[in-house]
């Protein structure tokens, strides 16, 4: 399923017209609601993301070729309101190189990696493991953590943050494993 926020105009320019493609969110709740609705299962089993195979991405890819488009939801929603995207996907690379470039370039310029106090200020507050993180040019690493504990540190720094438990692997940035192993 693509997702096709452009009959959603903001506001402020009502002219912004972009697509994104992250792909459908198939748990075991939305495969239910849609079993309820009569609807065949779209995959042969659930996942914790998104799903978006290889080819279906490519295919949304060449189709909208030459205009807007982003992979992740909140890339397109700082597109729209032209602002600096808040959950740091311009430091993983690779997933905004699809971006338009005026956003591209928004994101570049305030990306840096954060400093250990910052990190671990954050990590206090929402009781993290101060001695179990890790953070580099692309990321920050914590370890036992709540996705509220996560988001609340990666919100407030603009920078990702993975647990250790669920690693990001390259070019495969918050997907699914269906359609791609
Ligand atoms: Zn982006």
Redesign the pocket.
């Known amino acids: 399923m693509v997702e096709d926020p452009s009959a959603k105009r903001t506001p402020s320019t009502g002219k912004r017209l972009l697509r994104h493609l992250p792909g459908l969110f198939f748990r075991e709740e939305i495969r239910s609601y849609l079993r309820g609705g009569g609807v065949l299962d779209a995959y042969p089993e659930i996942a914790r993301r998104k799903i978006m195979p290889r080819d279906i991405e490519r295919r949304v890819l060449s189709a909208f070729e030459g205009k807007p488009i982003?992979?992740?939801t909140s890339?397109g929603v700082a597109y729209a309101h032209g602002t600096v995207?808040y959950n740091g996907?311009?430091g993983i690379r690779g997933?905004?190189n699809v971006?338009p470039a005026d956003?591209?370039a928004r994101?570049a310029g305030s990306d840096r990696t954060p400093s250990a106090e910052a990190v671990l200020e954050l990590a206090r507050t929402v009781s993290l493991d101060p001695g179990r993180i890790d953070i580099d040019e692309r990321r920050i690493e914590v370890e036992g953590s709540t996705e509220q504990q996560r988001y609340f540190i990666e919100h407030s720094l603009n920078y990702q943050v993975h647990d250790r438990r669920h690693p990001h692997l390259p070019n495969r940035h918050g997907r699914a494993e269906i359609g791609w192993s």
Do not use: L, M, N
Request: proline share 0%; glycine share 0%; net charge positive.
């Open positions: 982003c992979r992740k890339c995207e996907h311009f997933i905004c971006c956003q591209v994101c």
